[in-house]
């Protein structure tokens, strides 16, 4: 039976690859920070599909973190066949007013831990001649977005880029775009999200189950949903410069919910 790592596994996108997951069949690795609701969540999983379920607390911000999960990652007692880096959060403020060391801390989650976490699993997988890895970033990769679009359009050419390096081994990485997906990223934030049109929401079982068919498909790029796959469309023909003010204004009113 094929073992999946989810990092970020508790809430919204993470915890719905979790569901589907072990609905097909797979046993677990949840890798979140909350042990409290890793195991809650584990109870839950193994229950309801009758799969093994482990969880493994880890801060990804943190090197200690990381490298726990790399450990687990490179173990051969128990191979992942699937990891989905899904951890990830956005900060509250525009460019300098958000302080460096919350800068840095993302740009660790999103980028370095992935880097590693990826690194750690695709040799054991290219050995064996099958696997997969979701990297979860986002359409705010493709348009100015600040530190937080930077790190996925990171992501997104990182995964890309290894993808080419992969070709004929066997292992399948693809970056994983949806736009809003209602979780609990906005509250984490303080952003406020009055301003988002209602039709541009997702829904974050619908966003694994089209990002899993496109993994089945051998895409390395996917975009879950037809609406912002139009948007990005668009975005080509349209001025960087009124795109940059869009995008520095929808979903990132900042303040009390």
Known sequence: MTTALIT??????GAAFAR????????????ARDSERLRKQARELTDRHRIEAEVLSADLAED???ASVEARLASTDRPVGLLVNNAGFGNKGRYLEVPMADE????????????????????GMRDRGRGGVINVASVAAFVPRGTYGASKAWVV??????????TGTGVRPMALCPGFV?????????????????????DADRVVDAGLADLAKGKTLSVPD?????LLGASKLVPRGMLGKVSSTTGRKYGPQ
């Open 182 to 202: 209602r979780t609990e990223f906005h509250s984490r934030a303080g952003m406020g999200t009055d301003n988002i049109p209602s039709w541009m929401w997702l």
């Open 157 to 166: 050419q990182f995964t890309q880029g290894i993808a080419k390096d992969l």
């Open 64 to 66: 200690a973190g990381i």
């Open 20 to 31: 589907r997951l072990a609905a097909d069949g797979y046993d677990l690795v949840l890798v």
């Open 8 to 13: 970020g596994s508790t809430a919204g996108i």
């Open 226 to 230: 037809p609406r912002y796959k139009a």
């Open 104 to 123: 840095l801390r993302m740009l660790k989650v999103h980028c370095e831990a992935v880097l590693r976490l990826t690194s750690a699993a695709v040799p």
